[in-house]
């Protein structure tokens, strides 16, 4: 029965423009009309990143809960985890409209937002009020006028550092010109040494230390992967996030949506992401955290970026054409999956494909 309501519920929204469209999940999401079906705890999916707990490892990506207007509703649908934004230090329009665009036969999404947001103090407003120990991420960016992008950035740390779980400092947007110039070496080292001495400060006054994850771009040459490899290795950082969206268009069937600029997300980037999740793990080893993200749409494909190397795996994308139930069926999938291998903790197949996908080429 939750399926038919489900189907019904999609084919509504997918006659209004898919940002209205998510503007009324959000709203949904925000009066109860979307209802929670998280799935059984079931401590086999429990996992500890970077020296936090997890209920489970699927977390939702930033991009749909900008504003932090829904995370608690969102971990009620059966997320172990949740991020908001991104989130810049003023409130900002984003790219002109139309900036969102379906690619129903191929399920994908391409957007060209541009970090459209309230800004720091509305996000903050709403968290505060938000359970401490609910398991809300803050992804945070630069404004697209900013004379210092780096300063941005550290604003974020410490706006934020009271409420957050963990940071993501997200340098892989396209839509933002020039964004993704701190993926560069002598940029990005510049990036983390201001970010993480302003966490190391806010550490120090409070007492809590509050991890700082780096969300990276699909579109990495292998120079480019060794260069963020080495300077995460380099500095205190507590991993990575791979990845965002795509500026890639290879293999979609709706040629005409194709065109629109932007990153896309959904299933077609489930390849090309997984496999520069597991290049990123033979560079950086077994022990720094990987949340691995784009594509994933079941428990296999969330079981697969585990297998290629990922401590934990988000999702948004998918979800616009699976529905508010995704989340509980991956995560009973999981757990069914723990029975026919009889696994003790799905970490247990974290790296074993590792190989096999680093050598793919796409």
């Given at each position: 029965m939750i399926d038919v309501f489900q189907s019904l519920a999609r084919r509504g929204l997918f006659l209004f423009d898919p940002e209205a469209a998510h503007g009324l999940s959000i709203k949904g999401l925000k009066t109860g009309l979307v209802p929670a079906c998280a799935a059984?705890?079931?401590?086999?999916?429990?996992?500890?990143?970077?020296?936090?707990s997890f209920a489970n490892p699927l977390g939702m990506a930033a991009g749909y809960d900008k504003n932090a207007d829904v995370p608690e509703a969102l971990l009620r649908l059966g997320f172990g985890f949740t991020e908001i934004g991104t989130v810049t230090p003023?409130?900002?329009?984003?790219?002109?409209?139309?900036?969102?665009?379906?690619?129903?036969?191929?399920?994908?999404?391409?957007?060209?937002?541009?970090f459209n947001n309230a800004g720091h103090q509305a996000a903050l407003q709403r968290l505060r009020a938000c359970d401490r120990k609910a398991m809300i991420g803050v992804n945070i960016g630069a404004n697209k006028d900013s004379a210092d992008r780096i300063a941005d950035y550290v604003?974020?740390?410490?706006?934020?550092?009271?409420?957050?779980?963990?940071?993501?400092?997200?340098?892989s947007s396209p839509n933002t010109?020039?964004?993704?110039?701190?993926q560069a070496r002598e940029s990005l080292s510049a990036l983390l040494l201001a970010v993480l001495a302003a966490r190391d400060d806010e550490a120090a006054k409070s007492g809590i230390r509050v991890p700082v994850f780096l969300k990276i771009a699909p579109d990495l040459t292998e120079e480019g992967?060794?260069?963020?490899?080495?300077?995460?290795?380099?500095?205190?950082?507590?991993g990575l996030i791979v990845s965002n969206t795509?500026?890639?268009?290879?293999?979609?069937k709706d040629q005409r949506q194709a065109k629109e600029s932007g990153g896309l997300s959904g299933k077609p980037l489930f390849e090309k992401s997984t496999v520069v999740l597991a290049k990123m793990r033979r560079r950086v080893g077994p022990d720094?955290?990987?949340?691995?993200a784009g594509g994933v749409s079941s428990a296999e494909t969330?079981?697969?970026?585990?297998?290629?190397?990922?401590?934990?795996?988000?999702?948004?994308?998918?979800?616009v054409y699976e529905g508010p139930s995704l989340p509980g069926k991956i995560v009973r999938g999981l757990s069914q999956l723990c029975d026919r291998e009889k696994l003790s903790s799905i970490g247990d197949i974290r790296g074993t494909r590792v190989d096999y996908w680093a050598d793919k080429n796409v």
């Amino acid at each position: 029965m939750i399926d038919v309501f489900q189907s019904l519920a999609r084919r509504g929204l997918f006659l209004f423009d898919p940002e209205a469209a998510h503007g009324l999940s959000i709203k949904g999401l925000k009066t109860g009309l979307v209802p929670a079906c998280a799935a059984p705890a079931d401590p086999r999916l429990a996992q500890t990143v970077a020296g936090l707990s997890f209920a489970n490892p699927l977390g939702m990506a930033a991009g749909y809960d900008k504003n932090a207007d829904v995370p608690e509703a969102l971990l009620r649908l059966g997320f172990g985890f949740t991020e908001i934004g991104t989130v810049t230090p003023k409130p900002q329009a984003g790219n002109d409209k139309p900036r969102i665009f379906r690619l129903v036969e191929d399920e994908a999404v391409i957007n060209r937002l541009g970090f459209n947001n309230a800004g720091h103090q509305a996000a903050l407003q709403r968290l505060r009020a938000c359970d401490r120990k609910a398991m809300i991420g803050v992804n945070i960016g630069a404004n697209k006028d900013s004379a210092d992008r780096i300063a941005d950035y550290v604003t974020g740390i410490r706006t934020f550092y009271g409420v957050a779980r963990y940071f993501t400092a997200n340098i892989s947007s396209p839509n933002t010109p020039g964004l993704r110039d701190l993926q560069a070496r002598e940029s990005l080292s510049a990036l983390l040494l201001a970010v993480l001495a302003a966490r190391d400060d806010e550490a120090a006054k409070s007492g809590i230390r509050v991890p700082v994850f780096l969300k990276i771009a699909p579109d990495l040459t292998e120079e480019g992967m060794d260069d963020i490899a080495a300077v995460a290795l380099a500095h205190d950082l507590d991993g990575l996030i791979v990845s965002n969206t795509t500026l890639s268009r290879d293999g979609l069937k709706d040629q005409r949506q194709a065109k629109e600029s932007g990153g896309l997300s959904g299933k077609p980037l489930f390849e090309k992401s997984t496999v520069v999740l597991a290049k990123m793990r033979r560079r950086v080893g077994p022990d720094l955290p990987i949340i691995g993200a784009g594509g994933v749409s079941s428990a296999e494909t969330a079981a697969e970026k585990i297998r290629a190397g990922a401590n934990l795996v988000q999702l948004y994308s998918c979800m616009v054409y699976e529905g508010p139930s995704l989340p509980g069926k991956i995560v009973r999938g999981l757990s069914q999956l723990c029975d026919r291998e009889k696994l003790s903790s799905i970490g247990d197949i974290r790296g074993t494909r590792v190989d096999y996908w680093a050598d793919k080429n796409v």
